[in-house]
């Protein structure tokens, strides 16, 4: 992450936070060393430094723990990170060279069984020199079939591939999704994001649909406060026969979550 996006305590994060009223964030770092090479802090340390700003905010942030489940000690690093640094969740990033349904994946998929935590899988678009394949609804499909306690949260439901993501939790009620990263297709076509949202609610229900933001990349593209009001009170001229109810959007913006983790709100 360069020096733009540095926030070592949070406390960046937490002013954004509080302009665009969000009250909780779910936080982590991303795993790229394997595939773009090692950075200057290694995967374990950032880790480490995510948590340890999360007890830091406690109440505001929640950390995950985010590895390429091919680093052979990514299964004990995990362990660790959930017994002693207070993780609550799991990140993979399958763009950087591994598919969700990969051998490799197993042994963290089962940790996350064991602690009941959850696991975000990014699904859709991803810049070069990262991959896309890798990122397919689909083989997040063989995950939720092996794994069919596995709390699943698919994110970005798939961009543009958001109907094959919707295919897959409409026949695995393990699968969950995020509407994060849907910034840049609101700005342009906001008659698409929200047609997409009313189907994946009509079809999985507001339980298992979570707000996110993908910050802080996207929050350039939209600010917080602005992606959070289009949620909360969203412009449907472009699409007038569409609605959602306050019980919709009260759950998608963070109750919905905050059971899927048993968070206190």
């Not at 593209?221 to 472009?238: C, F, N, Q, R, Y």
Request: with cysteine; hydrophobic share 40%; aromatic share 12%.
């Amino acid at each position: 992450m360069g020096p733009a996006f540095a926030d070592p305590a949070g406390e960046r994060l937490i002013e954004t936070m509080d302009r665009a009223g969000v009250d909780t964030s779910v936080v982590f770092p991303l795993d790229y060393g394997l595939y773009t090479g090692e950075p200057g802090v290694p995967i374990e340390e950032q880790n480490f430094r995510v948590c340890e700003a999360a007890k830091s905010n406690r109440g505001r942030l929640v950390p995950f723990f985010s590895i390429d489940p091919r680093r052979p000690e990514a299964a004990s690093m995990f362990s660790k990170a959930v017994g002693d640094w207070g993780a609550r969740g799991l990140k993979l990033h399958p763009c950087a060279g591994f598919y969700a349904g990969d051998e490799a994946c197993k042994p963290l998929y089962q940790k996350c069984m064991e602690h009941d935590l959850p696991v975000v899988i990014h699904t859709g678009s991803q810049p070069a020199p990262f991959k896309m394949k890798y990122a397919r609804p689909a083989f997040v499909d063989d995950v939720a079939a092996d794994f069919p306690e596995l709390k699943i949260i698919m994110a970005h439901v798939g961009h543009n591939w958001w109907e094959e993501a919707l295919l897959v939790g409409t026949v695995k009620p393990n699968v969950c999704y995020d509407v994060s990263g849907w910034q840049p297709a609101i700005r342009e076509y906001p008659e698409v994001f929200y047609r997409m949202l009313r189907r994946l609610l009509d079809a999985v229900g507001p339980w298992r649909v979570f707000f996110g933001s993908d910050g802080p990349f996207l929050n350039g593209i939209m600010p917080l406060e602005d992606w959070v009001a289009a949620i909360e009170e969203p412009g449907l001229t472009s699409c007038p026969d569409v609605y959602f109810s306050d019980e919709e959007k009260r759950l998608v913006m963070g109750e919905a979550f905050a059971r899927l983790v048993a968070l206190e709100i």
